[in-house]
């Protein structure tokens, strides 16, 4: 079946530090690929997609390519903020009917000021 | 704005005692899916509607049902809550041949 592989948090940052957090999949067909973000207590907010091979999805600074050659979807930041100390997962849906989403693990990221 | 409501975000119930959370959306998606979520740990999908047809994972317990009277709203009633099920729960939406679900702000159940 499908699976979500990112890496294993917590992640500590100075602020205005550069940000990766590797996310990498496996599935059938042609996923789209997200990242989610979740902050303290809230739900899930969608961040960045990317819905095709070689797709950027950006947002907030963040930014994503869908690389179907080496299954990844890398999430990156140039300058991180204090505020964006959060729980990062990555994730895929399958496309078809209905769009069951598989998560990954999630990559909990701390920026000190 | 178009969106999913989870109601209420925080509910505390007594053990054994049944509850019942409920979700409502205004995208008209006819897909809706519900997710428990542990402390650090990712969601898991628990069950999803695909219209009216109820779609059970295989690993869901049976204490877990769901409702969806009209495409608007969807309920989830745990029968019997133990202290093992004390989680976020996410509601989610989608529409047949989009490529993404849009997620409630959750509801965080504690069990007492």
């Not at chain 1, 067909?29 to 961040?47: H, I, K, N, R």
């Not at chain 2, 099920?85 to 047949?96: F, G, N, P």
Request: with cysteine.
């Amino acid at each position: 079946g499908d699976s979500v592989t990112q890496m294993e948090g917590p992640v500590t940052l100075s602020e205005e530090a550069f940000l990766t957090i590797n996310c990498t999949y496996t599935a059938t067909g042609y996923p789209s690929l997200f990242w989610y973000v979740q902050y303290p207590g809230e739900g899930l907010q969608l961040l960045l997609k990317a819905t095709k091979a070689d797709d950027k999805g950006s947002n907030k600074g963040f930014e994503a390519t869908y690389r179907k050659e080496t299954t990844s979807f890398h999430l990156e930041k140039g300058s991180v903020q204090v505020s964006d100390s959060a729980v990062y997962f990555c994730a895929l849906t399958p496309g078809g009917g209905y769009q069951k989403v598989t998560f990954g693990t999630g990559t909990k990221l701390q920026v000190i000021p | 704005d178009a969106m999913v409501i989870q109601n209420p975000r925080y509910q505390v119930t007594q053990f054994g005692k049944p509850v019942t959370l409920s979700c409502s959306q205004t995208l008209n998606h006819n897909v809706m899916y519900w997710y428990q979520q542990k402390s650090s740990q990712a969601p898991k999908l628990l069950f999803h509607y695909y219209d009216k047809d109820f779609n059970n994972e295989a690993d869901t317990p049976d204490n877990f049902q769901s409702r969806r009277p009209n495409t608007s709203f969807c309920f989830l009633d745990i029968r019997s809550p133990g202290l093992g099920d004390a989680a976020m729960y996410l509601c989610a939406t989608s529409r047949t041949g989009s490529t993404e679900a849009f997620f409630g702000q959750g509801t965080r159940l504690t069990v007492v």
